[in-house]
C-alpha cells in the first residue's frame, strides 16, 4: 500500500541554525499536507501543496513540492524556541480520500 | 473556528471491555477520521467516514469499528479492548469536496490494563 516516509526521525539544533525535515512517498500524491504539533497538544495545519514543483513559503518556513509530486520539504530558517513540536507531512493518494501521515519528525531547538 | 471535540482527554478501560471514543465537529464537514499516535509510528489511519453512514477501513482497522449516524458525529468502537491497544487517539475532520485541510480534535489518551 501507499507509504509515506519522513525523515530524520529526531533532529536536535541550537536556536539559529536551520532545520529541514524530508519526506517521500511510494507513490505520485494528489496534494502534500503538512501540520505542526507541540508537545502536548494536537497536528495543526500548516499549508498544503498542490502543483508539482510548488514552494510556499511562510516567514521563515519553506515549503517544497517535487516536480514528480512524491517528494516534499520543509525547511526553517534560524529555528527559534517557539518551532519546537513534531512536524508531519501527509499525503492524500491520487483519485482518494486517503491521506497518510508521516512518522513525524520531532525538533528540539536549544537556547 | 471549526472545533473538533472528543468526548474525554483520558481513559481507563480494562481487558475485554467494550470502548466507546466519540467525536463531534461543529463545521458541517463532510470527512471524518479517527488516527491513532504512538511514539516513532506517527499517526497511522484507523477509520474514515466520507459521508453519513458510510465508513471506510483505513490502515489498521482489525479490532475496531466506527459509526457515523450524523454528519457531526463519528464514533470508534473497540470492540474487545486489549493491552495492545493503549495509545493517542486523534479524531480529524475536513471539508471534502477537495478541500484535505485537516482539523484535530484535542486527542484521547487511552490505557488498556
Known amino acids: 500500500g501507499q507509504q509515506v516516509m519522513q525523515i530524520p526521525q529526531y533532529q536536535h539544533v541550537q536556536e539559529g541554525e536551520d532545520f529541514t525535515t524530508y519526506c517521500n512517498s511510494s507513490?505520485?500524491?494528489?496534494?502534500i499536507q503538512w501540520y505542526k504539533q507541540r508537545p502536548g497538544g494536537h497536528p495543526v495545519f500548516l499549508i498544503q501543496?498542490?502543483?508539482?514543483?510548488e514552494v510556499k513559503k511562510q516567514k521563515r518556513l519553506t515549503f517544497q513540492f517535487g516536480e514528480a509530486k512524491k517528494n516534499s520539504s520543509l525547511h526553517i530558517t534560524a529555528t527559534q524556541t517557539t518551532d519546537v513540536g513534531t512536524y508531519f507531512c501527509?499525503?492524500?493518494?491520487?483519485?482518494?480520500?486517503?491521506?497518510?501521515f508521516g512518522a513525524g519528525t520531532r525538533l528540539f531547538v536549544k537556547a | 473556528d471549526v472545533k473538533v471535540t472528543q468526548s474525554s482527554r483520558y481513559l481507563v478501560k480494562r481487558t475485554g471491555e467494550k470502548v466507546f471514543l466519540e467525536c463531534v465537529q461543529d463545521?458541517?464537514?463532510?470527512?471524518m477520521f479517527w488516527y491513532r499516535q504512538d511514539p516513532g509510528l506517527g499517526l497511522r489511519l484507523i477509520y474514515f467516514?466520507?459521508?453519513?453512514?458510510?465508513?471506510e477501513k483505513g490502515d489498521i482497522p482489525e479490532g475496531y469499528s466506527v459509526s457515523r449516524e450524523k454528519k457531526e458525529r463519528f464514533s470508534l468502537i473497540l470492540e474487545s479492548a486489549s493491552t495492545n491497544q493503549t495509545s493517542m487517539y486523534l479524531c480529524?475532520?475536513?471539508?471534502?469536496?477537495?478541500?484535505?485541510?485537516?482539523?484535530f480534535g484535542q486527542g484521547t489518551r487511552l490505557t488498556v490494563v
Open positions: 467516514s466520507y459521508d453519513v453512514k458510510m465508513k
Open positions: 463545521m458541517d464537514h463532510e470527512n
Open positions: 480529524a475532520s475536513s471539508l471534502g469536496q477537495g478541500i484535505t485541510e485537516a482539523f
Open positions: 501543496l498542490v502543483k508539482s514543483g
Open positions: 501527509a499525503g492524500l493518494n491520487t483519485g482518494g480520500f486517503k491521506t497518510i
Open positions: 507513490t505520485t500524491l494528489s496534494n
